[in-house]
């Protein structure tokens, strides 16, 4: 599969979510590394206007809208860069939502699902396209943007703690498939990311970092193909602490704290 420009081929990378936040940086950091762009996302005039404020080449570029949490449309979009772009060499399934959840109450059942089917399926449809093709190719990478968030469970944080969870152990299963293949499979952990996701939080939220910051050290991480990455390094050593504590002393820590406020509730 070939690339219609005529130009000198560049590396091209394919990113989700990529009208605002982790992926809008991510877009930016490849694009000063050389690459070409396949970017995707519902809000497709968002991208143009910022592809315009950054002065990207046109020919440097191409959008594409889908909504992830749809599958047909999640594989669409794959598809079309496919015939447009080529096969990309990394894949970046960075779409995610994070709404909160009761689910005691029957409505904030739907906000659950569609979370899981934007962070959990989204990924594995973002990825489907491309890994027949890759694994012809031979090589190819497929990151999966997960979260610190999926290893231990949160208060009003169920929908978001559960689809992140669910990507890691997608993404190490999709690991063990393509081990063989020249197709590496990296699993992204962020920490807090200063984006849109966040900024309504009513908790602390230590090592926050710039989307741009996360984005270069998330550059490096990619190149060097580790296979499982926390960013920033200081929530690795918080993940681990969270991952073997016991249940008793998890439950204490998080008596009395502030918990997600529900999406429903905010949005009403």
């Not at 995610?96 to 109450?105: E, F, P, Q, R």
């Not at 741009?212 to 193909?225: D, G, H, N, S, W």
């Amino acid at each position: 599969m070939t690339r219609t420009s005529s130009a000198p081929t560049r590396p091209l990378v394919y990113i989700t979510g990529a009208s605002s936040g982790i992926g809008q940086a991510l877009a930016l950091r490849y694009y000063q590394a050389g690459y070409t762009l396949a970017l995707v996302a519902r809000r497709t005039q968002l991208m143009q206007e910022w592809a315009l404020e950054q002065q990207l080449e046109p020919q440097r570029y191409a959008l594409y809208a889908a909504d992830i949490a749809v599958i047909d449309s999640a594989c669409a979009a794959g598809r079309r860069c496919l015939e447009q772009q080529g096969l990309p060499d990394i894949v970046i399934a960075n779409a995610g939502i994070s709404w909160g959840v009761d689910t005691a109450l029957r409505e904030d059942l739907e906000v659950m699902q569609q979370v899981l089917a934007v962070n959990t399926t989204g990924m594995a449809a973002s990825f489907q396209p491309f890994i027949a093709p890759m694994l012809e190719r031979g090589s190819g990478s497929l990151v999966g943007i997960a979260s610190v968030a999926g290893i231990r469970g949160l208060p009003g944080h169920g929908a978001y703690c559960a689809s992140k969870s669910a990507a890691i152990a997608y993404c190490e299963s999709l690991r063990g498939e393509l081990q063989t293949s020249g197709v590496q499979v990296i699993t992204l952990l962020p920490g807090y990311v200063d984006t849109p996701l966040t900024q309504n939080n009513p908790y602390a939220m230590p090592f926050l970092l710039s989307p741009q910051v996360f984005a270069a050290r998330a550059f490096k991480a990619i190149e060097r193909k580790t296979s499982y990455s926390t960013i920033p390094w200081q929530m690795g050593l918080v993940a681990k602490i969270m991952r073997f504590l016991p249940n008793t002393i998890w439950d204490k820590l998080l008596v009395g704290k502030s918990r997600k406020p529900r999406y429903l509730q905010s949005n009403k």
